[in-house]
């Protein structure tokens, strides 16, 4: 599964509105990728008030959207 780094992609199997998912590399502490996800309503600590998730590599990221059975639309 194909999942970009530092774009936005919408999580179109989602029941919460506008959901976007955005994973960003943690370089300056841990080298592992913060998943950070956001709707309409949601209200995160993050920007876009979204909330935050953390993985070690690309291998536990893939695993993380199989077990959160997203089907995302990123961008071409």
Known sequence: MRIPLDTIGEIRNSEKAEHRVL??????????????????GSNGPNANNAFDSWVADRQELQQ????????????A
């Not at 300056?28 to 913060?34: I, K, M, V």
């Open 23 to 40: 994973v960003s590399g943690d370089t300056e502490s841990t080298d592992g990728l913060f998943i950070y996800e956001w709707w309409v």
């Open 64 to 75: 993380f959207f199989k077990e959160a059975g997203w089907d995302v639309a990123w961008p």
